[in-house]
């Protein structure tokens, strides 16, 4: 009985190193990150960016991004446009305080990598593809987001771009 | 004759650009928000200056044109464009490096009155009546 418990110790420790190896990196959000969305007009940029991001480029199935911005964070360089974007005519960040990203999964492409989850936006869940590159601990990506989509300001289709560009600039520390 | 609507117009300028450097420091140490890289003095100075000596160019040649007709005239242009140019500093979009855009407004809007209420307030020490 004694003999078989060192062989039982050591494959124990080599089965739960085996895990360690696999398990992503996680990485934590940089003060210096930009979140921007371009739609001529609104432009302007969410500095409320917070969630848990796990990504390792050697084991993609593990890695996974949770994500939220604050909708309050928003600044266009207006003030009046940023008092107005929080109301319940748009963004309503007293009802939808945050937009949520959760992957589902992160595959590898041709020009870097593309996440694919779902977007919680206003309300309304849809799933998208995130494409992004991983270079230097920064996390870089662009995507476009169609207002009408998530139900905001349906009744105005016509006031103010409809699709915003949104450029992502994620600077991350172990 | 000129001349004196000139001094009018400079000295308006100066003392609009002190009223202006005035305020916008009893903005900051109230608001602690910093536009300086908007509006700064330079800015102040220069805008108050053209504005007040564009105002005794028009005026000039309004009295010219229609004499007594031209001062009422002048004075409700003056009035009407210092009210619309609020609008400018409200819906400015400013760059995204400065913070609180919201106070924005709050110092400029004051501000845009400052040029026609110099020019008014000196235009009896320029009259030619006095």
């Not at chain 1, 999964?105 to 694919?116: F, Q």
């Not at chain 2, 924005?104 to 110099?118: C, D, K």
Request: with cysteine.
């Amino acid at each position: 009985m004694k003999k078989s418990i060192f062989p039982a110790i050591t494959l124990v420790i080599l089965i739960a190193s085996a895990f360690t190896f696999f398990q992503s990196v996680e990485w934590k959000i940089s003060d210096n990150y930009s979140v921007k969305f371009d739609g001529g007009d609104p432009s302007g940029e969410f500095t409320g960016l917070k969630g848990s991001i796990k990504f390792d480029e050697k084991n993609l199935a593990d890695s996974k991004f949770d994500c939220t911005v604050d909708v309050a964070s928003i600044n266009t360089g207006n003030g009046m446009k940023n008092t107005h974007a929080k109301s319940d005519k748009w963004l309503d960040a007293t009802k939808y305080p945050v937009i949520h990203f959760t992957s589902k999964s992160i595959n590898k492409t041709e020009s870097g990598y593309e996440a694919k989850g779902t977007l919680d936006f206003h309300g309304v869940q849809k799933e998208i593809t995130l494409p992004f590159t991983f270079v230097n601990n920064v996390f870089a990506g662009t995507f476009e987001v169609n207002r009408m989509d998530y139900g905001i300001n349906t009744a105005e289709p016509n006031h103010g771009a409809q699709v915003l560009k949104v450029s992502l600039n994620v600077p991350v520390t172990k | 004759m000129f001349k004196n609507h000139f001094y009018h117009g400079l000295t308006s300028g100066i003392m609009a650009a002190l009223a202006a450097i005035i305020y916008s420091r009893i903005h900051f140490f109230a608001t602690q928000a910093d536009f300086s890289g908007i509006i700064n003095l330079g800015t102040m100075i220069s805008l108050n200056l053209i504005g007040c000596l564009i105002f005794s160019i028009v005026y000039y040649f309004f009295t010219g044109m229609w004499k007594k007709k031209g001062i009422i005239v002048f004075h409700l242009l003056i009035t009407i464009l210092s009210f619309a140019a609020v609008i400018i500093p409200i819906s400015i979009s400013l760059p995204l490096t400065v913070k609180n855009p919201e106070l924005f407004p709050g110092l400029a809007v004051p501000m845009i009155f400052f040029p026609a209420l110099a020019w008014f307030t000196l235009k009896p020490l320029f009259n030619s009546d006095f």
